[in-house]
């Protein structure tokens, strides 16, 4: 049934329109260098993890190694990603120019806070120039860059959201809605893994939950990316 609507000057509103409204898909679509955006809730419950195709964007993940795959699961009835010991990750199967800027984010739950340097995400895994976001057992986000830039007395048990977001000499780390800022130094990334800082299978590995992950190759601060970015792990 059609909705008329009668107005005192017919004549003022001819050929309006409403605006257009993009849809979540088309926006988090549109962020610059997007390579992949993760939601746990399109994996099979229960189950290994060998691969987790991007909700939005191109990218897959994966993990050929079966003693390495994670397993989907639910915390505080959300889908999630767990690890489970410090061998285990996965993969993102895209070939990152090194150098570039990056911006990768994601949500996830802090379990347990007795195993000190649990990296959520990461890349180039040890050396002065490693590049992972970790959770250290004093209470504090560390991310390593050159000069690690820590966020103290943020790392809470408990869920977070961290966006880290780089331009070519600075380094931004938004945790919660609290901004922490640092130098950035370019760094020779060309992998990222989510879940630990490294393929290796021996350390690092995160031991709490991951809902979502979200990776491009620029840096969206300040723009209308970083709160379509926002909005997507943190819904």
Request: net charge negative; hydrophobic share 45%.
């Amino acid at each position: 049934m059609p909705l008329n609507i009668k107005v005192d000057n017919p004549s003022a509103y001819a050929g309006a329109v409403l605006q257009y409204v993009p849809t979540q898909a088309e926006l988090i679509e549109a962020i610059p260098g997007l390579v992949g955006a993760w939601n746990a809730s399109t994996l099979a419950q229960s189950a290994p993890v060998a691969a987790w195709p991007a909700q939005y964007g191109t990218g897959n993940a994966s993990q050929s190694i079966t003693a390495r795959q994670p397993t989907a699961g639910m915390a505080d009835d959300r889908p999630v990603i767990r690890n489970g010991a410090m061998s285990k990750n996965i993969v993102v199967d895209h070939t990152f120019t090194p150098g570039a800027v990056l911006t990768a984010g994601a949500r996830f739950k802090i379990e347990d806070t007795a195993q000190d340097f649990q990296a959520v995400f990461g890349a180039n895994a040890v050396g002065t120039n490693a590049w992972r976001l970790l959770y250290r057992i004093a209470g504090n986000f560390q991310f390593d860059i050159t000069s690690d830039l820590n966020a103290a007395g943020a790392a809470t048990p408990g869920w977070h959201t961290v966006l880290v977001m780089q331009s070519a000499d600075t380094t931004r780390m938004l945790i919660d809605g609290v901004l922490f800022t640092g130098a950035n130094v370019p760094v020779a990334v060309t992998q990222m893994i989510i879940g630990a800082s490294s393929n290796t299978g021996t350390a690092n590995s995160f031991l709490g939950a991951i809902s979502k992950f979200l990776v491009a190759e620029a840096n969206i601060y300040g723009t209308e990316h970083q709160a379509t970015a926002l909005a997507f792990l943190n819904s």
